[in-house]
């Protein structure tokens, strides 16, 4: 399917592993051009290089963190003073620390607001006025099967996600009617360092040993198996396309089955 990204420029936080890194190339590979931040300076300059190199386009790395929205309006004005606007944008962020509610203090909840959530609303904002400008835009939102199923042990993650999803449907509405679309992506039991992590502290809780909790996950997956990020990112990639012109507001699960609810 020719998705017709060509021309088009796409934001994507957390771009230097995992989902993020799965959805940069999966965009860059359609055509677009990449503007991908991370913490990190080294892995977020060597991931820019491979997906330049092995796709051709042009790709900016700007270090930097989503939960300082300080750093989102330098990053987003770098990326706009190289390629001149941002046509997609891609909310993600290393998810909050697992624990049970009396485990988290006050500036545990706190630090999760300003990841979680805060860095999807401030990058949102700082978008928002270029893709009405055009009247043209994608916002996409990596968020989590626990927004529709909460995963114990992810107090943080649960409650956040769930806030982000709010935001997002509600924002989706307000922008339907100028050529904006926004949809949240729920990545279920993916092979990621994150589920690595999970996986470890799943372990920690219930005794047992880290391939013994990643074994019990894929009983509970009727695909019998973990995801690969590069299935995650042909969504994204979709839902970034003229293509998906009529989908807004959704969230969409790319979770094997595991979600047992109807909708």
Do not use: H
């Not at 300059?45 to 989102?72: H, M, S, Y």
């Not at 107090?155 to 999803?165: E, G, K």
Request: overall charge negative.
């Amino acid at each position: 399917m020719e998705l017709g990204l060509g021309g088009r420029t796409a934001f994507v936080a957390a771009g230097s592993r995992g989902l993020g890194r799965a959805i940069a190339e999966e965009l860059a590979r359609e055509g677009a051009e990449l503007a991908i931040c991370a913490r990190s300076p080294d892995p977020l300059a060597q991931a820019a290089e491979q997906i330049r190199r092995e796709t051709g386009r042009d790709v900016l790395a700007i270090p930097g963190d989503v939960a300082d929205p300080t750093a989102i309006d330098s990053m987003i004005d770098s990326a706009i003073g190289r390629f001149g606007k941002i046509d997609i944008l891609v909310t993600n962020a290393g998810g909050p620390p697992s624990g049970t509610f009396t485990s988290l203090t006050p500036s545990m909840w706190e630090d999760a607001v300003d990841l979680t959530l805060m860095s999807v609303v401030n990058l949102c904002r700082a978008v928002m006025p270029g893709m009405k400008e055009r009247g043209w835009g994608r916002i996409i939102n990596v968020t989590s099967i626990a927004v529709k199923q909460p995963v114990d042990g992810l107090m943080l993650s649960n409650s956040l996600r769930a806030a982000v999803t709010g935001f997002a449907r509600t924002l989706a509405n307000e922008v339907a009617g100028l050529g904006i679309t926004v949809n949240n992506i729920l990545p279920g039991y993916t092979r990621t360092e994150r589920v690595e992590q999970l996986s470890e502290a799943a372990a920690g809780r219930e005794g047992i040993t880290r391939e013994q909790a990643l074994a019990k996950w894929e009983s509970q997956i009727p695909m019998g198996r973990l995801g690969e990020p590069r299935e995650f990112a042909a969504l994204a990639a979709f839902l970034a396309s003229d293509r998906a012109s009529y989908i807004t507001g959704q969230s969409i699960a790319v979770d094997g089955g595991w979600i047992r609810s109807l909708l």
